[in-house]
């Protein structure tokens, strides 16, 4: 039995469309592997500040998770395909893996501060895709997810400070 088609029909050309794809699924690894990096430091915070850390993470961890879902279908309405295993998510990643027994909290502040201004990279890059292709759906819905990257960044960054 032959697979049906998955390509969803779009008015973009197809060549256009795949850079784009390409780059939504490298934001899309990224994403996710911010997400369980997160969750990682949400489970593994200590210190005097923990609650805080604790809670912060937690709410940035859902926000990212709640990203995912919007980033595959926006790569699936282009004709295009996404993601499908763990396997393919670290073939696309550039966001760093962190398996550390131990993180210190501010470790863990400035590393997903980092991770976030590194999507925030990758967010652009694909809106200048985006563009290209005269995608103008994808171009605006990456503003919203640059911005939140952007805040998650701040808030990283002000919490990390020396008081």
């Known amino acids: ?33 911010l997400y369980f990096k997160t969750k990682n430091f949400h489970w593994h915070v200590s210190g005097p500040h923990f609650r805080d850390y604790h809670l912060m993470f937690d709410d940035q961890a ?42 210190s909290p501010g470790d863990m502040l400035n590393e997903l501060r980092a991770d976030n201004l590194k ?6 890059a694909a809106k200048a895709a985006a563009t290209q292709a005269g995608d ?9 997810w640059t911005d939140q990257a952007e805040e998650r960044a701040w808030f990283l960054f002000e919490a990390g400070r020396n008081a």
């Open 1 to 33: 039995m032959t697979a049906p088609d998955l390509k969803t029909p779009t008015d973009l050309r197809s060549n256009a469309t795949k850079s784009v794809a390409q780059a939504l699924n490298g934001v899309l690894a990224d994403s996710y592997a």
């Open 62 to 103: 859902t926000q990212i998770l709640a990203t995912t879902d919007l980033i595959a279908e926006r790569v699936r309405k282009t004709g295009n395909t996404t993601l499908r295993s763990i396997g393919d998510i670290s073939r696309h990643q550039s966001v760093v893996d962190n398996d550390a027994d131990y993180v």
């Open 119 to 124: 999507l925030v990279e990758a967010l652009r």
């Open 136 to 144: 103008n759906a994808t171009e605006g819905i990456i503003d919203d």
